[in-house]
């Protein structure tokens, strides 16, 4: 899947509008299989998201100060 960088809501707003398609049930199983492979692509993207956000708050120092988010594997 070829996307352009997805912010963690966009990624997490396509990742639900696949996964109620997929509900649905009213794909064929070629569309199913590709929604399926394309949910996934979008999953590592907020989890990629979500890890950078762990380690930015483990990152805090003792005064408060932030580290830049990142996603991870950039």
Known sequence: ???KKLSFEEALEALNRKVKELEQ?????????KHYEESMELLEICR??????EARITALDSRG???PLEREGE
């Open 65 to 67: 100060q932030e580290v």
């Open 1 to 3: 899947m070829t996307r």
């Open 48 to 53: 990629s998201y979500l890890n950078g956000a």
């Open 25 to 33: 049930g009213d794909l064929s199983l070629e569309d199913s299989l």
